[in-house]
């Protein structure tokens, strides 16, 4: 059924590859009048979802829709979703604006709108460009102005904020913002959360391509509580007194604070003042998305040691480079500095590493002079350019091209 109301539907969605997992019985829903955010690290599975809702990869399992259909049925689908999944697909010789009126006329929409979309992106003085030339956030930009042709009620753009210099993030999140307050819906991908945790208001995490959570933001900045830093005079009486006060969330640092959970400042301050305890800093740390986001993905990646991928860590007495020890067998020796590895013969006095002979020395005396060797067989030289005299100052000598001196 076509709804009309740009609700985005993700439902048990799985997808596999091979043998590889991509995504696992996902499942969430993007309200009107929203900015979504799909967050995860890099490989989570965020690429792979979009293109399924978008109708590019066809799911193992489950399925989506926008408008209650699934994309590949939506009615000029240009006209309901914009997408952008790269900033690159352009081509390099074509103007900006004529790379949209390519659009334009395939959508059915007069010349005119490419102009229009130019100049909701920024980039109506740039619209004579070739896009070849454009800079990362640039081509950003179009890509943006491409999704935006159509007027579409669904806006799904995958790591909108790429090349984007701080100027250029804080308008995208100002745009994205203005365009969900109208009754549209926006779900953007990232990984840059410092970024998105100013312009989204739900949030969908995703980790080895399941959810970890899916809800609103400050809903998940609720179930995290605050920790409250207190620098006092004496650490150990602010301890007893906070105890005594009822607070049971308190840790001690290395570094003579005091860290206090489930509590607040006045409450903290209230207490020190009773007990006459001086207090020379008070800092509360707010959950940012960003922190939530490490806890609720760590581990989806195991970092392992420089070098060889799947290297193992050395057992005890293996020498870097050499293969394990077989048990009870002692461990093996590198040979001394300047002899050869196992199997190779000795080295002569003078000769460098893997056999390679001693580079030749020239004679001793004074420079000879330079004298050309004969053509190789066959070579006919052309004659000289007209004008070129051959004994003309700062000409070589010997018939070649080479440089002047």
């Known amino acids: 059924m076509h709804d009309s109301s740009g609700r985005i539907t993700v439902q048990n969605l799985s997808k596999t590859f091979g043998q590889i997992p991509a995504v696992q019985n996902l499942s969430f829903t993007v309200e ?5 955010g799909f967050l995860g690290p890099n490989g989570a599975g965020k690429t792979t979802t979009l293109r399924m809702l978008l109708g590019l990869v066809q799911p193992t399992a489950g399925g989506t829709t926008i408008n209650g259909r699934p994309f590949n049925q939506l009615t000029n689908p240009g006209r309901v979703v914009g997408a952008v999944l790269e900033a690159q697909s352009f081509h390099p010789k074509r ?25 909701l992106v920024g980039l109506a003085e740039a619209a004579h460009r070739a896009a070849g030339g454009f800079s990362m956030g640039m081509k950003q930009r179009l890509a943006l102005a491409t999704a935006l042709l159509g007027d579409p009620q669904v806006l799904v753009l995958d790591e909108p904020t790429n090349g984007l210099d701080p100027e250029g993030i804080a308008w995208l999140r100002t745009f994205l913002r203005s365009f969900a307050s109208g009754g549209r819906t926006v779900l953007i991908s990232s990984h840059l959360l410092a970024e998105v945790e100013q312009t989204i208001d739900q949030v969908v995490i ?12 400050d809903d998940l900045r609720k179930s995290q509580q605050t920790r409250i830093i207190v620098q006092p005079a004496d650490a150990g009486a602010l301890v007893t007194a906070l105890q005594e006060g009822g607070i049971t969330g308190i840790e001690p640092t290395p570094d003579g604070k005091v860290a206090v959970t489930g509590s607040s400042v006045q409450q903290i301050g209230d207490i020190a003042a009773k007990a006459s305890i001086a207090l020379y800093g ?21 970092g392992q040691l420089p070098g060889v991928p799947g290297q193992q860590p050395a057992t005890p007495g293996q020498q870097p480079g050499m293969p394990p020890q077989a048990p009870g067998m002692p461990p093996q020796a590198m ?22 002979p001693p580079q030749q020395q020239p004679p001793a005396g004074p420079p000879q002079p330079y004298q050309q ?3 190789p067989p066959g070579y006919q030289q052309g004659p000289p350019p007209p004008g070129y005299d051959q004994q003309q100052p700062g000409h070589g000598q010997h018939g070649g091209w080479g440089g002047q001196a």
Request: glycine share 12%; charged share 15%.
């Open 32 to 36: 009107p009048g929203s900015v979504t």
């Open 95 to 119: 103007t900006a604006r004529n790379h949209l009126r390519v659009y334009t006329a395939a959508m059915g929409l007069p010349d005119r709108r490419a102009d229009e979309v130019l100049g």
């Open 206 to 217: 995703i980790s080895r391509g399941q959810t970890m959570y899916y809800g609103q933001l």
């Open 282 to 302: 008070v800092q509360e740390e707010k959950a940012d998305l960003e922190q939530l986001f490490f806890r609720l993905t760590s581990g989806q990646y195991v």
């Open 335 to 356: 040979p001394p500095q300047g002899m050869p590895p196992q199997g190779m013969p000795p080295q002569a006095p003078g000769t460098p590493p893997q056999g390679y």
């Open 373 to 375: 060797g004969p053509p």
